[in-house]
Structure formats: structure tokens, C-alpha cells
């Protein structure tokens, strides 16, 4: 039947620990993907997520058994083996149906309250094949670290005792495999992604040509060079409302809101990027404005057009906002392979600008305030230097769908009182930091709300604000409490299967319709400026005529109404 060798760590082939509980096990993770997350899943989805899930199982199960064996503990053989095969097979086989037959109703759950149209159909057998390739390919990949490993122990074996070559082969290829896949496999991935990005930037073949008006940021007056701006910036400084179309809807002299972005392709160094974006916001009069946003944009350079629409449409145009751009890759990636270039450029550019602001006489100096969404939150939350702010402090910060990394968000929450609910925290009675979502309003604490707003806009289904690297061995808090209306309450905990779940969440999270997942809306983005804000002649039915204007806008924003 084939044993292993002397203190190896070989597949027995047959009996209990042969690969039939493994497949078995595989299996069962399998069905448990086909349950409910945040995010609805397509056939293709969630064949590599049941794929992926296969192979986990089929793993964890043969490293298990291996530490089994290697302990001498005796398994079934023969008969008891097959009749113990057949005792697993039976439920874990019926699971599997079951769970086959509800996936559609799951999927559909988690659609119809997002507003989506129902799936009519499941290609369960497209579905099966993909999870099929998938955990093929995996197994291969597996094969090839296993004979990786065996290579590696037999020859340590002629050297050290069969133990200890067993554990440093293990370490050894361990380290090949970080090796291989982070200076490899990712190092070319990123080294093909980097340019790639930056070719859609349009660095070089800008789709409209600069601008003729010398306030406007890429002019031939301008600091900042329209070619190298990169297509986000250029479609921010262009975009949005101009004076005239503020002053149509509200009725009152508008101004025409300043926006200056300086993009990544301008210097290869943070801080000289912050110094010209600063020299800038001089150039233009921007600290002559009413209100001042610092802003970091997401790890491409966007700048959600929804955010900046809504607050110069409410403070008349009265804004100056200010950007620099630090990457081109998409905030997952940029998340994990370029958080630090994020967060150095925003403490680059809010060092220059509070101190600047900090320095000017209390009436005539803006009010001053700190914006953010996805990554750009999390580097605005990182440039949120509270020690030196604590004398002069800013009027208030909109940060939205904090990533879950951010370390000022986790710091509120640990602090959150613990009758309120995580995904909607309530902190010291809300007087400096509220939460708010699509369906809890900032204002609906009836406790004061101090001088200095600090508001955080997340949505209990946006996996980049409650994805947990923990949810692999443990249940996050937010799955044990009565779950928002934007979530399926079939939602559930599996080991190792939420992991996955999420992750690849984490790929669709901006798949939805807005006002789901990381795709925010541009009327809660009205609600929660104008309750930072405070603007002039608001109210309730101001905010009901903005909304109105900018119709169901998300990434379209509101600048000429919708």
C-alpha cells in the first residue's frame, strides 16, 4: 500500500489516511463557499472560490493526517477504513447537494437587497467545472512544493538525523516559496502591472487639452504640468460644477470651486510633490476659501466625483480641494504592495498645509478639513497628526470606507460603547467621532457634537472596511451581531471558507450598485458633509433638492444634475 520512509512525511496511498478523507474534507469547504457573503457571486466567482476552498480542505486534512502519522498513531485499515469513508462520504456528499440546490436563493438574498435583478439561472455544471480546474491546478502547485520538500529532507538526511531534516527542509522550502513568490511570481506581476496602470493614466496623450483658464491647475500659468497629471487628475480639475451652475440651483452668488491635483508622474519624490501642490494652492488662493479639504485620493489617483460635487454645491462654491497622487495601482494592490508611498505623501502634504494654516490669524484662515475614501482614508487618517493638531485642531475629517489596516479606525472602535453595534460604533457619545451608513444619519445622536467633526461613512457590506486576516480560525465580531439591512442574516461563520469569502469580496467590492459594498453614494456623501460641514442655508429640504439634482449619481457625481 506504500508506506512513508523513516520519518517522512510521504501521502500514504489507501486506508483512512489515504486522499479519500482529504477529497472528502475538500468537498465539504466546497459546499461551504456556496453560502452567502457580503458581495454577490457570479459562475465564475465562485467557482474559484469553490475551487480554492477544495484545495484548502484537501490541505489542512493531509497536513493533519501527516502530523497524525508522524505522531505513530495508529489508522483504520481495510474494512474499517471503507466503512469510515462511507460515514463521512453520505452527509458531506448530501451537504454538498443541498448547498448546490440553495446557492441560487443565497446569491439572490444578497442581490435583492442591493437592489439587483435576480440571477434566473446557476450554470452549476460551468460553476463545477471551473471550482474543477481550479483545484487541479492547485494540486499540481502542491505536488511541486511536496517534491520540493522530499527533494530537500532526503538530502538533508544523509547529513543530520531524519527529524531534524525533516523540519529544516521544511524551513527551506518555506523560504524558496516566499522567495519565489515575492521577488518571482509578484515581482512580475507588479513589474507588468505598474506600466500597465500607468499607461491607462494617459500620461502621455492627455485626452483634452490643457486648460486655457490660468486659475485652473495644468495651465500655462500653472505649477503643475498637465501631461504629467495622469487621466484621474485631469478629469478631477476639469470636472465637477462651475460657478454658474452653483448659482442656477441655489439661487445666491457662487464662486468657482479651486481644485488642484498634482500627479505621481510629476516628481518621483513625496515631498517635492507636496511642495509644488502647496506652492499651487498659494498660486490660486485656495487658503482665501471658505472651506479647505486636504484630500488623498484611492491608490489609482481617483478622486470619487460624488464627494466633491456635493460639498462645493452646498458651501456655493466656496471650496478649494487639494490632491496628490501617490500610485497607479488599484487599492487592493496598492494596499498591500504600496501603503507606505500613500502614507508618506499624505503626511507630506498636511505637514505643509496645517502648518501654513495653523500660522494664519483665526478669522481669516479656512476651515480646515481632512477627506479620504478607501486608501486615500486610510493615508488621510495616517497624516492625522493629533499631537500636533491638539493646540490648533482642524475643524473635522469625512473619512469613508476606512480600510480595515487603518489604525486610527481600529483605535475608535476598541473604544466604541459596548451596547452599540461594531459595524456602527457609538464613541463617547459621539462628541468628536460618529459612524454613519446608508442607514444611520450622522446627526442621529441627540448629544452634542463638539467644534472638531470626525465622521467615519461605511456600509456593513463593504468588505474593504470588515475584512479580518483572523476570520480564517475565528468569527468576526460583526457576524455574531444582528446583521444591517444591506446583509444577508443567512450570512455564517466556517472556518478557513470565511477567509476566502472575503477575500475575494474583497475583488468585487466595488462590483455594486451605489450605495453597496465600496461603492458610496452621493447622498450619503451629502448627509455627511453637510453634517462636518454646517454650511449656510441648510437644511433638511436644501439636502432633499441636492439629492434630487444629483439623482442616483455614484461614480457620475452630480455636476450638472442627473
Known sequence: MGDRDAGGVMIRIGGWAGPVLPLLMGLLLAAASLTPSLIPR?????GVLAGASMALGYLVTQFVLALWRSLEIPVLRGAGARAAHLVVAVPVLGLLLFCLLRARSWQNDIRHRMGLSELEVVNTL???????????????????????????????????????ADVLGLLLSALVILIVTRDGVVGALMRFADPSYAAAQHLTHPEAAEPVEPWRPGSAESLVSWDLMGKPGRDFVRGGPDARAIQTFNGRPAKQPLRIYVGLAQDSDPQVRARIAFDEMQRVGAFERRILVVSSPTGTGWMDPASYDALEYMHDGDVATVAVQYSYLQSPLA?????????????????????????????????????????????SM???????????????????GPPFPSTLWNQANAARQPDSPFVLPVVDDGQVIRYASQYAKPLRLHHGWGRMRVLFLQYASDPIVFYSASSAWREPVWMREPKAPDVSPLLSFTPIVT????????????????????????????????????????????????????????????????
Open 499 to 562: 477567509q476566502l469569502q472575503l477575500t475575494v469580496d474583497l475583488a468585487l467590492s466595488t462590483s455594486t450598485p451605489p450605495g453597496y459594498g465600496h461603492v458610496y453614494h452621493v447622498h450619503d456623501y451629502i448627509d455627511a458633509w453637510s453634517a462636518v460641514t454646517r454650511p449656510d442655508h441648510w437644511d433638511g429640504a436644501a439636502a432633499t433638492r441636492l439629492k434630487a439634482h444629483c439623482g442616483q449619481g455614484g461614480l457620475l457625481g452630480c455636476a450638472n444634475g442627473s
Open 126 to 164: 460551468r460553476m463545477a467545472m471551473i471550482a474543477l480546474a481550479v483545484f487541479l491546478a492547485l494540486y499540481v502547485i502542491g505536488l511541486l512544493i511536496q517534491g520540493l520538500f522530499n527533494l530537500l529532507r532526503r538530502r538533508l538526511a544523509r547529513h543530520i538525523p531524519t527529524r531534524s
Open 335 to 379: 494596499l498591500i504592495f504600496e501603503a507606505d508611498s500613500g502614507l508618506d505623501q499624505a503626511a507630506a502634504l498636511v505637514q505643509l498645509v496645517y502648518e501654513h494654516w495653523a500660522a494664519m490669524p483665526r478669522d481669516q484662515r479656512p476651515q480646515l478639513y481632512m477627506h479620504g475614501i478607501s486608501l486615500g482614508s486610510w493615508s
Open 42 to 46: 457570479g459562475t465564475v466567482a465562485q
Open 382 to 400: 495616517y497624516a492625522f497628526n493629533v499631537f500636533q493638531m491638539m493646540n490648533e485642531p482642524i475643524n473635522g475629517a469625512l473619512w469613508v
